[in-house]
Nanobody
Framework: VQLVESGGDLVQAGGSLTLSCKYSGSNLGDYAIGWYRQAPGKERERVSCLAPNGTTTYVESSVKGRFTETRDNAKNTVYLRMNSLKPDDTAVYYC??????????????WGQGTQVTVSS
């Protein structure tokens, strides 16, 4: 499975941004697709996850109510809509794919990442 993220940018606090992840490969319907992020000097953390059927199975507590992940299987693309962005959301965001998984804890495939910078 190949994953290609896009949409990272510099945005002011309070603003919004939508990240995209286009995925390709075999057995795509068997993969949970999620997002992780890694801020400078911090460990990588799981942000959200969608099960293969599109059900939201995980949302990190600090982004609940602000971030929404959606999946368009017809386009082989997932989106992460981020609202009310905060400087603490600054990080490299990675798209992941977990085979036969549901909560994206151990990802089998990673994208290259896209940088999101939120200025105060």
């Amino acid at each position: 499975v190949q994953l290609v993220e896009s949409g990272g940018d510099l945005v002011q606090a309070g603003g919004s941004l939508t990240l995209s992840c286009k995925y390709s490969g075999s057995n795509l319907g068997d993969y949970a697709i999620g997002w992780y992020r890694q801020a400078p000097g911090k460990e990588r953390e799981r942000v959200s996850c969608l099960a293969p059927n599109g059900t939201t199975t995980y949302v990190e507590s600090s982004v609940k109510g602000r971030f929404t992940e959606t999946r368009d299987n017809a386009k082989n693309t997932v989106y992460l809509r981020m609202n009310s962005l905060k400087p603490d959301d600054t990080a490299v965001y990675y798209c992941t794919a977990t085979f036969l998984g549901s909560i994206c804890v151990v990802a089998d495939h990673w994208g290259q990442g896209t940088q999101v910078t939120v200025s105060s």
